[in-house]
């Protein structure tokens, strides 16, 4: 906890001084079971309004996908390296977010498993019944529109730092942050900077 706090100071010292975003090296899990034509199709419906034109499947490139570690809080913690709070994750503790580029900004698709169905719930059966067919699949979650935006969180750290740092993680869902971080370790693997990502008003549906 003390060395992630004085992460937490470094790092305000850096936005106070002023990401094609692959965030690890490992391979991607299988997004290609997702239909790009679904994807394509409900760009199309949900901002026709905002596009210029329409997208295309061409326009879908699942290697843009980034990785993005969620659960924990790792300010709870007193492991330092990089390897220790990826353990910290459980196996689906993770979502990816895939832009897709346009003309006149960025979209982006968040991409997550289906979660068990919620007991509490009130559902139609075939809304159940939906839901258990998913459970443990990769499908979208959420989609959002960035305008006038690049969204590429590897080229935003690497202005920040000054290099494209090696083995950075990327984790959302920590307090004092309302969007994901990047990791930076040192040359050992522990863990030296936390990066903000860029903060841009989107409409997301």
Known sequence: MKKLSAIFTSLLLLCSMTNQAHAETEQKDDLIVLSKEDIVKTCNGLFRDELDEEITIQDVDFENAVKIYVGPNIFDTDDDSIEEIEALFDSDEYIYELPIYVDVGTLIVNIEKGKELNPNANFTESEKQRILDNVGKWQCSS???????????????????????????????????????????????????????????????
Not at 153 to 169: C, D, Q, T
Request: glycine share 8%; aromatic share 12%.
């Open 143 to 205: 989609y959002t529109f960035y305008p006038n935006e690049t969204i590429d969180y590897a080229s935003e750290v690497e202005s920040k730092m000054g290099v494209m740092p090696e083995n950075m993680i990327l984790v959302g869902g920590l307090p004092y942050f309302r969007f994901a971080v990047a990791l930076i370790p040192d040359e050992t693997g522990k863990l030296e900077l936390l990066v903000p990502l860029k903060e841009v008003p989107g409409r997301k549906i």
